[in-house]
Nanobody, 124 residues
Framework: QVQLVESGGGLVQTGGSLRLSCAASGFTFSNYAMGWFRQAPGKEREFVARITWSISATSYADSVKGRFTISRDNAKNTVYLQMNSLKPEDTAVYYC?????????????????WGQGTPVTVSS
């Protein structure tokens, strides 16, 4: 069955960096675009970044553009989210998800499988 397992979250100070990983299994990883979302306490889930399956084209939410980088290693069935210059408003649980083949990439409705999430806390 499809599994997505995130790791790499933790506590970091403002301005610090973290790299999240999402290990995928149970499907042909290289055939799917993958995305990262986040959900802060009391807020709705929001799109963070997405990477395509073919040419690894990327897209980002405006709030993270220039600070976060999504990448993938198809040989390792893993997608990454490098987060630099972290701010307190980046505090959230971060989820990776598999993009439906014809799904939109900027809302959760376009994704069919989700990981359990990894928490990120940025202290001020």
């Amino acid at each position: 069955q499809v599994q997505l397992v995130e790791s790499g979250g933790g506590l970091v100070q403002t301005g610090g960096s973290l790299r999240l990983s999402c290990a995928a299994s149970g499907f042909t990883f290289s055939n799917y675009a993958m995305g990262w979302f986040r959900q802060a306490p009391g807020k709705e889930r929001e799109f963070v970044a997405r990477i395509t399956w073919s040419i690894s084209a990327t897209s980002y939410a405006d709030s993270v553009k220039g600070r976060f980088t999504i990448s993938r290693d198809n040989a390792k069935n893993t997608v990454y989210l490098q987060m630099n210059s972290l701010k307190p408003e980046d505090t959230a649980v971060y989820y990776c998800a598999r993009n439906r083949p014809a799904g939109t990439h900027y809302t959760g409705y376009g994704y069919d499988y989700w990981g359990q999430g990894t928490p990120v806390t940025v202290s001020s």
